[in-house]
């Protein structure tokens, strides 16, 4: 091959979206994939299909407890794991290939194999069928994260377990412990609790759903997880596993006191770290950070020239849709043109039933800035759409600058919030205050109108609260 424009390194969102963004912009493109498969941990281990598992198991809660909207027979439904298993690999497998055709039609050369930086403009990539040497002006490295694992128990695939096994149990675990209430922790204990698991949720923090949310709107989403089965043990360190006469038993203390959780499957969702493994940095002088991610200015350069980096190999929220967004913005630049992220409005989504959302600051977060703001919130008990479709549970919080009104930031636990939490994206991108919200027409009856509420409670206008 004569000398590529840019070669990117992994093919999850946003290794593929920076190929076909560079692609589009008119640059000679090689994507190295170690995997069978496109799409990274995103595509074949994460975001989707989890999704699939969440929209599966929602199905099968639904009719479940369907007894109020006529539905007979719930109580006697059984589920069948290998038939849900299926549909997510089908799931899966459909966006694989969509993905495969997106790149190739773009004529971005697909090179297998593993990719190491190789001294300056080449990347070695080696495969089963020996070694290739890539030349390129420009490299973009976005060879993703993998799980954290807790060095005193280590994961075994069986009774320790990472996201990658709790995707695709075989069985519906009698008992299972989760450890960690971050997305990870909540998203598949919910997996497990509809399907029929006692699930236990052990987190370090006192409040569930990670330090962005504000503490109530983290009580109000464990409150609606407690209403489903799911215990939680907050403010607990965990310290190991031990044998126990019923299996095994998940230790940890609280204030110095022990504790003890009996469990088939404990499920490790502590956080991930930046994946370099096999990339040469050492060797090649890259420069990391003391969390091992690498270290870029703010063009996403590293300190090797022509060589960048972006994704959860780098700092900031492990998120698909913020690599995405990075992913376009280093092709804009390495093409010349102008790239950039607002990385104040990135949203975060925790996609359980009801789904946590949140963008901007959080209230704790501007207060903590000097930030002196205005609060208004809504709670979904007070929509009618929420009254007639199962949806009561959570509230929508606006916080406002106090002197502006422009609002800072919104967080919201509601069914379906991963889509309205769309509408605040957009807002804080536009620099748009609490009432221009207020005087927006939002479509009745929508649970979207509780953000327009929360906006009018900034300035105590509410209509449906008091
Ligand atoms: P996380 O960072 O979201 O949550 C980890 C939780 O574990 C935190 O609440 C932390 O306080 C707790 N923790 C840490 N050490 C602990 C210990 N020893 N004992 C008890 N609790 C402990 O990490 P998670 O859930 O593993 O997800 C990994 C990454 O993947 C995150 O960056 C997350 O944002 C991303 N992700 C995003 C999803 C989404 O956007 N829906 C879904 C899944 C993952």
Known sequence: MSQLDLVVIGSGPGGYVCAIKAAQLGLKVALVEKDPNLGGTCLNIGCIPSKALLHSTEVFAHARHGKRHGVVGGDKLTIDVAALMANKDKVVSQLRGGVRTLVSKRGIEIVPGLGRLGGAGKVVVRSDKGERVLEARNVVIATGSVPVELPFMKFDGETVISSDQGIALPKVPDRMV?????????????????????????????????????????????????????????????????????????TAERDGKA???????????????ANTTGLGAAEAGLKTDDRGRIAIDDHYRTNLPGVHAIGDVVAGPMLAH????????????????????????????????????????????????????????FALQANGRAIATDATAGLVKVVACAKTDKVLGVQMVAKGASEMIAAACAHIEYGGSAEDIARTCFAHPTLSESFKEAAMAVSKSSIHSL
């Open 178 to 250: 989760v450890v960690g209430g971050g997305a990870i922790g909540l998203e598949l204990g919910s997996v497990w609790a509809r399907l029929g698991a006692q699930v236990t949720v052990v987190e370090m923090l006192a409040t569930v759903g990670g330090p962005a949310l504000d503490p109530d709107v983290a009580k109000a989403a464990q409150k609606a997880f407690e209403a489903q089965g799911i215990k939680f043990e907050l403010g607990a360190k965990v310290t190991g596993v031990k044998k126990s006469a019923a299996g095994h038993a998940l």
């Open 259 to 273: 504790l003890e959780f009996p469990a088939d499957r404990i499920l490790v969702a502590v956080g991930r770290k």
């Open 322 to 377: 913020k690599a995405e967004e990075e992913g376009v913005a280093v092709a804009e630049l390495i093409a010349g043109k102008a790239g950039h992220v607002n990385y104040g409005a990135i949203p975060g989504v925790i996609y359980t039933e009801p789904e946590v959302a949140n963008v901007g600051l959080s209230e704790t977060e501007a207060q903590a800035k000097g930030i002196e703001v205005r609060v208004g919130k």
